[in-house]
Structure formats: structure tokens, C-alpha cells
């Protein structure tokens, strides 16, 4: 998704746009990080507090609306308000209109995201249609203690991200790491656009499956040429990955460990 920082309304239009020419299959829709209104780099926690809701707010709103039309679950983060601090929050909106929110746990520092949000001490879990997966946001995908697939919890791991084209590099190696280590598919959505201080993004989205092979594909537009809106699919086995995990179960003899 090409992100237009700061102008809510477009991105809830880009949004509308896209999401009528997904598949019909689709069970589940991913976009990225603080997609309504982009990452807030080097900004004050006053300046951005006009762009935070709660989450009974407008934004949320539309995406159980958009959902339930859709018959999908839609994943992604917004800026949100809660008491008066602010947090930079994963949703994960299913069908039904059932939600599940988490804030971001590691807060990126070097943009001061630390200054403007308060952060999360949980990660988000779901159960969707037979799959356990988790979500994590972000620069979270860099710690994996915060990642680790205990005793197979999740089955995919959702990342979301505003990752810029500069360090792109990092996050390309990070994304099929995650998945080996783990013995789980990760699904991980970056953006694309330029924020307010210049920096790039690329829209480097993957999908990994448990072994770190990329299984994401892009269905070309009509005329042969790349999808403008950057659509990529994947389909997810469950029988491969419960074989995988029988016939290579790494996952028993990871060590033990308590988060503090």
C-alpha cells in the first residue's frame, strides 16, 4: 500500500479502492503499519495526537465494516489513544466483527517512537479459521525472544511494518529468519511511499514459508503489467506444515525461558 503520511481520508479511500479487487477467497487481508496515516518520524507526541482514535473510533469502524462486506479478517496498526497516552496499535478484524488489539512492544528509538508512544507487554494472538498466529509490528521482528514460537503456539506470524528502502536489506533477511526459526510461515507487509523527512519505502512484502522460501506472488493487471497497488497472495498449507513439523521437529529442543 502507498502510503500518503498524514492524510487519513486518502488512505481510508486507497483502502476502499483496493480492497474491492482482492480475491474473493482471500480469508485474510494484511496491510501495513500505521496504514491509515504513516509512521511519524521525528514528530512530537502533541503533533501526532490529532491522528490517534480510540477503539470505537472512525477507523476502526470502517475496517469491520469493509470485513464484514468482504468476508475477510483484516490485519494491520493505527495510531491509537487510550486514557490520554498513545500507542501504536495491531488490530486484527475478522468477519464476524470480532477484534483483538496489542500494542507495539519495542518502540523505535533511533525515531524517537519511544517519545511519542507508550508501549505494548503482549503480544497479539488469534485463533482464525483453524490457524493460531501471532503479530508482532514492526521493528519487533529484530528481537526474537519476542518472536519465539513456544512449543508451536502460532502456526503464521504476521509482521507489519514501515521498514524504509535504506535498511531494506535488514529486513530481508529478518523476514525468513523469523520463519526458520520458528518452523511457521511469516507474512510481513511493508509500504511504499516517502514520509515527511524524505525517507523511501519500497514495499518489500513477503511471504515466508517454514522452511525461509518466499511463496508470495503477484497476479499481473490486464495489460500484463505489475499490479499498481502492489497485491501479493499466498496460500498456506496446513499439511505441509504439520509434515514439516513431524518430520523436523526442532521446535522440541528449543530453550526454555521466561520473558520478565
Known sequence: MEIAWGDKERNIETLRRVIARVHPETDLLILPETFSTGFPVGKDKEEVRPLAERNSGQTVDILKELASEHHL???????????????????FIEPSGEETFEDK?????????????????????????????????CYDIRFPVWCRNVDNQYDALIAVANWP?????????????????????????????????????DGASMVSDFKGKEISVSIPAEDGSE??????????????????????????DADPFRLL
Not at 524517537?112 to 493460531?132: C, H
Not at 529486513?171 to 518452523?183: D, F, G, M, Q, S
Open 105 to 137: 512492544h519495542h518502540l523505535f528509538t533511533m525515531a524517537g517512537e519511544n517519545k511519542v508512544f507508550s508501549r505494548g507487554y503482549d503480544r497479539l494472538a488469534v485463533r482464525y479459521r483453524g490457524w493460531n498466529l501471532a503479530m508482532i509490528v
Open 227 to 252: 499490479d499498481p497497488d502492489g497485491l501479493l497472495y499466498a496460500t498456506l498449507s496446513r499439511e505441509k506444515l504439520d509434515a514439516f513439523r513431524a518430520k523436523f521437529p526442532a521446535w522440541r
Open 73 to 91: 479478517a483484516i490485519a494491520g496498526s493505527f495510531i491509537a489513544d487510550s486514557g490520554g497516552s498513545l500507542y501504536n496499535r495491531a488490530f
Open 165 to 201: 528502502e535504506v535498511r531494506v536489506g535488514a529486513w530481508r533477511a529478518l523476514v525468513p529468519a523469523r520463519a526458520i526459526e520458528n518452523e511457521a510461515y511469516v507474512c510481513a507487509v511493508d509500504c511504499r511511499g516517502t514520509d515527511d523527512k524524505g525517507f523511501r519505502y
